[in-house]
Every structure is written in structure tokens, then in C-alpha cells.
Nanobody, 131 residues
Framework: QVQLVESGGGLVQAGGSLRLSCAAS????????MGWFRQVPGKEREFVAA??????????YHEDVVKGRFTISRDNDKNTVYLQMSSLKQEDTAVYYC??????????????????????WGQGTQVTVSS
């Protein structure tokens, strides 16, 4: 049974940092493309970042609004994916979800940023950025 468990969310002041973690079980995260999405009430789930494939030039993806502030990374030994968030803004407030995509051979921003491309989802972790 596949499980993705997010942690690390919380309340932080604007300009601060948080690191989200996504621990995967029931799958080997190195064989999957892992992604982070976020959602606020009343809005669609929004792409944040995704890992690239290993070794063929398909690098990590980051949505433009978080580029330079957020960084996705993975620790294959721990089967865990991270989202390091810095210079947080109030508009980053959302529930953050981890997701796993088994069709790692597909690439390109349109594909990796589409929530429908992902097979498994975590329950989410709340990030609240105060002024």
C-alpha cells in the first residue's frame, strides 16, 4: 500500500523559511517523479515543483512564482522528498500536497505540472505565512 506522508508545515512570519518533507512508503521514490502542489480553499490545486529524472538532462521543475525561493530535493536512501521554502510570502499560505507519478519517462512542464499526471497523493500539510 502506497503512502505519502507530509510534515513540516506550520505558522511562519513573512520572510521566514520552512522545510516540508514527504516520506514515501510502498514505493521507491527514486523510481517515481515526485511533485509538490498547493491549494487554498475555493481554488484549484496549483503546481509548485517536481523532481527531474536522474541523469538524462530532465532537471527539476519549479513554478515561476516560487523560483529562487523554493527548492525541491530528494533523499533516495530515506525515500523522502523535500521542499525547502524561503523568503515566504503571505500568498504562499496553502495546504501543500506531495504527489508521486509512476510514468517518469514523460517529461515537460505541461505534463509534470498537471495534477492529473500523478498517481498517489498525501493528505497535505498546512503552511500559514503571517504578515
Amino acid at each position: 500500500q502506497v503512502q505519502l506522508v507530509e510534515s513540516g508545515g506550520g505558522l511562519v512570519q513573512a520572510g521566514g523559511s520552512l522545510r516540508l518533507s514527504c516520506a514515501a512508503s510502498g514505493l521507491t521514490s527514486s523510481n517515481f517523479r515526485m511533485g509538490w502542489f498547493r491549494q487554498v480553499p475555493g481554488k484549484e490545486r496549483e503546481f509548485v515543483a517536481a523532481t527531474g529524472r536522474n541523469g538524462d538532462g530532465d532537471t527539476d521543475y519549479h513554478e515561476d512564482v516560487v523560483k529562487g525561493r523554493f527548492t525541491i530535493s530528494r533523499d533516495n536512501d530515506k525515500n523522502t522528498v523535500y521542499l525547502q521554502m524561503s523568503s515566504l510570502k503571505q500568498e504562499d499560505t496553502a495546504v501543500y500536497y506531495c504527489a508521486a507519478n509512476s510514468r517518469w519517462y514523460f517529461s515537460g512542464y505541461t505534463y509534470v505540472s498537471n495534477p492529473g499526471s500523478y498517481d498517489y497523493w498525501g493528505q497535505g500539510t498546512q503552511v500559514t505565512v503571517s504578515s
